[in-house]
């Protein structure tokens, strides 16, 4: 395959960005199965970040957002234990031909931090968090040094009382201020990618819209790129600038923000954004839901389409073979037989059964 051709086939949200910070090629992860053998649950993943851009991906429970998150530099599942194949350049290095020390090296200063949907798992119960937070931080530096950095981080994301909270243990701190600890704690390494899987799930609206705002307005006065992983297709239009979404361990369909949601050309991407509920006028009945549930992993690979025992715009062309990726437009990309074809689906198809998760 051509260079030309290999670029074409791949879903890229920004081509624009002519050295992107992280560029996920092709990744493939393949876990092991409790049967024995593998099941593969990333199947051809590609994207990219911008330097200092906030890109989502998106999809339903299932679709395979952690464990790409997870793949990019190794964390479980995706570690040793599995198979992993592709490339992962970050800052133009292949993170997936780095040895572990590297590895490690990557998720330190300047590097890639992780904030994860469960503050109160990610964080140590009994630990303080200073001692905690204080791994985040370079090595060298003096107690008091450290203190102050850590204290002005926790008053930057909105801790009323630093010094207090560094002495406390994180049983002491409610959802909304521990998630913003972990923000405060991942910004400690001064990352240049902070991936962030589902920050806010956890906390109530309010408390998540208040952590995602600090989030994105911290990471842009710092210039640090943000990679979000979601299942909320609004904070998607709230947020990122990218997107890619995600279904059955593909990407189906990427783009700039405004693009994929004005125009939506996947019908998975169409029936999430039908989804998604607006406050104004909505009836319980207007919600549409998506028919089904995601097929298990094992059996994704047998379908051509994945989306296809869902879709409502099926047809006979969609069982012939994969669908081959599409370019909409230099930036706005598809994954569908009938792409370009479609007319915009009948509202009584969006089914009720499932509700997206
Ligand atoms: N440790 C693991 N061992 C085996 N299979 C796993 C493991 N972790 C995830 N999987 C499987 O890999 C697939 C993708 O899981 P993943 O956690 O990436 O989904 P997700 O899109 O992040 O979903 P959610 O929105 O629920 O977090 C799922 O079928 C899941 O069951
Ligand atoms: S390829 Fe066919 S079944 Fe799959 S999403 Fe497109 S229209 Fe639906
Ligand atoms: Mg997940």
Known sequence: MTATETERERPVADRSADAPLLDVRDLHVSLPS????????????????????????????????????????????????????????FRGRDLLAASPRELRAARRKGGVAYVFQEAMSALNPVLRLRTQMREALPRGLSRAAADDRLAALLGEVGLPDPRAALRAHPCELSGGMAQRACIAMALAQEPALLLADEPTTALDVLVQRKVLDLLRDLCRARGTAVLLVTHNLALVSEYAETVSVLYAGQVVEDGPVPDVLAAPAHPYAEALLRAVPRIEGTRPEDLATIPGRVPPPRDWVALPCAFAPRCPRAAASCSAAPAPWSGLSPRHGVRCVRAGALAPAPAEQAGAEQEVE
Do not use: Y
């Open 34 to 89: 409790p049967g024995g053998g593998f099941v593969e649950v990333v199947r051809g993943v590609s994207f990219r970040v911008a330097p200092g851009g906030f890109h989502a991906l998106v999809g339903e429970s299932g679709c395979g957002k952690s464990v790409t998150a997870m793949a990019l530099t190794r964390l479980p599942p995706a570690d040793a234990a599995a198979r992993v194949s592709g490339r992962v350049l």
